[in-house]
């Protein structure tokens, strides 16, 4: 039945004028046509109203929320409500997603045991004007039983990423509008959904992941509080994994937040999450601390070849 495939995406977005046309569109431009998109406004104060009811009047598939900027874990959870599909598709309001994302996925789940209930894919940096940002790196493969994987790190990357069956987001009671600072609220749903079904991954670039300043992951304060709020109802929940664990998972995220840091110029939370990362496994930060001086001076290499070199945009990338 047709109603059984059909997929719900959602887009939670405040004062989001400046990306959300492009994001409409790759989703309007998916080889997979079954889709419903729902956009949550959380209380705009700029065009992104008017510019979300264009969206409305141009294509019948579009529906328009409004709500009163209750957060975006509560804007998640307002649209899946509303939502028909069986299957669930977040969608951040400044990322883009590749044409084949979501046939790609949909392929996969139908393909997979009944227990697999969650499909992600690779995401790739992209800077304000789409943009490639280098350097393109493999992400996880992990797939089956993804927990210990999970109290790890955030192996999905974002929220843009995953296809989930809207029963098994009910199951876990959706996205945890308590989290406060809410940054973190994506890997808490799915250290919640790997308890009850299986992950299965695409090893392909098929999501364009926004990096700029004033995105949610750019408040490395706010990020870091979340994540440590993750990370304290992860041990309590489960307090018999082993050590490497938790060290990991401190290198992970404390890397991360240090790389993120240092690039919005926060040079004293760069210093504090790096020596964090240092403490958990100081040989593989070492690494990644050259890895990223090598980076830098192959990008100062490529900018002096500008000239000569195109840059990529997203949607001009291979998917591997």
């Given at each position: 039945m047709l109603e059984d495939t059909l997929v719900s995406v959602v887009i939670p977005v405040y004062n989001g004028e400046r990306f959300l046309a492009r994001t409409i569109s790759s989703v309007l431009a998916q080889t997979y046509q079954f889709i419903e998109i729902i956009i949550v406004d959380n209380g705009s104060t700029d065009r992104t109203p008017s510019m979300a009811e264009a969206a409305v009047a141009s294509d019948k598939r579009v529906r328009l929320i409004r709500v009163e900027k209750p957060g975006v874990a509560t804007a998640?959870?307002?649209?899946?409500?509303?939502?028909?599909?069986?299957?669930?598709?977040?969608?951040?309001?400044?990322?883009?997603w590749h044409p084949n994302k979501i046939a790609s996925q949909l392929s996969l789940m139908q393909a997979s045991s009944r227990e697999v209930g969650v499909v992600y894919c690779w995401s790739i940096d992209i800077d304000e004007n789409d943009f490639v940002i280098p350097p393109i790196v493999p992400k996880s493969t992990a797939s089956g039983v993804v927990t210990v994987e999970l109290a790890k790190g955030n192996i999905l990357g974002n929220a843009s990423s995953p296809l989930i069956k809207r029963s098994c987001i009910d199951a876990v009671g959706g996205y945890d509008m308590n989290l406060q600072p809410p940054g973190a609220h994506d890997w808490k749903l799915y250290l919640a959904l790997s308890e009850i079904c299986e992950f299965a991954v695409i090893p392909e670039y098929l999501v364009g992941y926004r990096r700029w300043t004033a995105s949610m992951s750019g408040d490395v304060t706010a990020m870091?509080?979340?994540?440590?709020?993750?990370?304290?109802?992860?041990?309590?929940?489960?307090?018999?994994?082993?050590?490497?664990?938790?060290?990991?998972?401190?290198?992970?995220?404390?890397?991360?937040?240090?790389?993120?840091?240092?690039?919005?110029?926060?040079?004293?939370?760069?210093?504090?999450?790096?020596?964090?990362?240092?403490?958990?496994?100081?040989?593989?930060?070492?690494?990644l601390s050259r890895f990223r001086f090598l980076a830098r001076i192959s990008g100062l290499k490529r900018s002096l070849r500008r000239e000569r070199e195109t840059p990529v945009r997203f949607h001009e990338l291979g998917l591997r």
């Open positions: 998640r959870n307002v649209g899946i409500l509303q939502s028909q599909g069986k299957f669930i598709a977040p969608l951040d309001a400044d990322d883009l870091s509080q979340s994540v440590e709020l993750v990370e304290r109802w992860l041990s309590e929940k489960w307090p018999n994994l082993p050590d490497e664990v938790g060290r990991q998972r401190k290198y992970c995220m404390s890397s991360y937040l240090a790389q993120q840091a240092l690039k919005n110029k926060q040079f004293v939370n760069a210093f504090r999450h790096g020596e964090a990362a240092y403490r958990a496994r100081p040989t593989e930060w070492l690494e």
